[in-house]
Antibody, heavy 119, light 108 residues
Framework: QVQLQESGPGLVKPSETLSLTCTVSGGSISNYYWSWLRQSPGKGLEWIGYIYYSGTTNYNPSLLSRVTISVDTSRNQFSLKLRSVTAADTAVYYC?????????????WGQGTLVTVSS | EIVMTQSPTTLSVSPGERATLSCRASQSVSSGLAWYQQKPGQAPRLLIYGASTRATGIPARFSGSGSGTEFTLTISSLQSEDFAIYYCQQYNNWPPYTFGQGTKLEIK
């Protein structure tokens, strides 16, 4: 059973970079795709993007210019960087994953971490 | 972007009764539709994928149906632990995969 745990700062200043890491346990990082999502009262659940162990990424066009997702297979971790944040980026951020089956539903989720953008 | 619309926004049902939740896609998503349950302070949990296949460990009282643009999640006999928010998600078209706004299932 794959388990995921997000980590990173809970408070980020406007215009700075939000950085989160997800640590994976209980499964081989090569068998899954790895995603970041966020949830806010105003926008609901939003898929930010996903990555394969090979490093291939796919991003939501609405965030494409500001987001980078990367994977560190040696550490069983994948990460999110969101640049130039504003208050609109305040949300609960989730890492999640599913089997690399070609079907992109999410079998496993982290508990989520609240990130607040404020000075 | 495919827009997913769920109805109703809130559904009040008594324990032991049947609940029927709807999800509509702005264009066909074939059978690329999943349902999730979310309780307060928790991450969503996968219930159904492929429109009608229960995920591992999900009780048989949860069932999904539909294809194309119209989908239904049915909970046959509501238990106390089923009162939560339910989301549908399409994974037929990227970018991006999209979620509905949720249906809150509350105790009547």
């Amino acid at each position: 059973q794959v388990q995921l745990q997000e980590s990173g700062p809970g408070l980020v200043k406007p215009s700075e970079t939000l950085s989160l890491t997800c640590t994976v346990s209980g499964g081989s990082i090569s068998n899954y795709y790895w995603s970041w999502l966020r949830q806010s009262p105003g926008k609901g659940l939003e898929w930010i993007g996903y990555i394969y162990y090979s490093g291939t990424t796919n991003y939501n066009p609405s965030l494409l210019s500001r987001v980078t997702i990367s994977v560190d297979t040696s550490r069983n971790q994948f990460s999110l960087k969101l640049r130039s944040v504003t208050a609109a980026d305040t949300a609960v951020y989730y890492c999640a994953s599913g089997y690399s089956s070609g079907y992109y539903y999410l079998d496993f989720w982290g508990q989520g971490t609240l990130v607040t953008v404020s000075s | 972007e495919i827009v997913m619309t769920q109805s109703p926004t809130t559904l009040s049902v008594s324990p032991g009764e049947r609940a029927t939740l709807s999800c509509r896609a702005s264009q066909s998503v074939s059978s690329g539709l999943a349902w999730y349950q979310q309780k307060p302070g928790q991450a969503p949990r996968l219930l159904i994928y492929g429109a009608s296949t229960r995920a591992t460990g999900i009780p048989a009282r949860f069932s999904g149906s539909g294809s194309g643009t119209e989908f239904t999640l049915t909970i046959s006999s509501l238990q106390s632990e089923d009162f939560a928010i339910y989301y549908c998600q399409q994974y037929n078209n990227w970018p991006p995969y999209t979620f509905g706004q949720g249906t809150k299932l509350e105790i009547k």
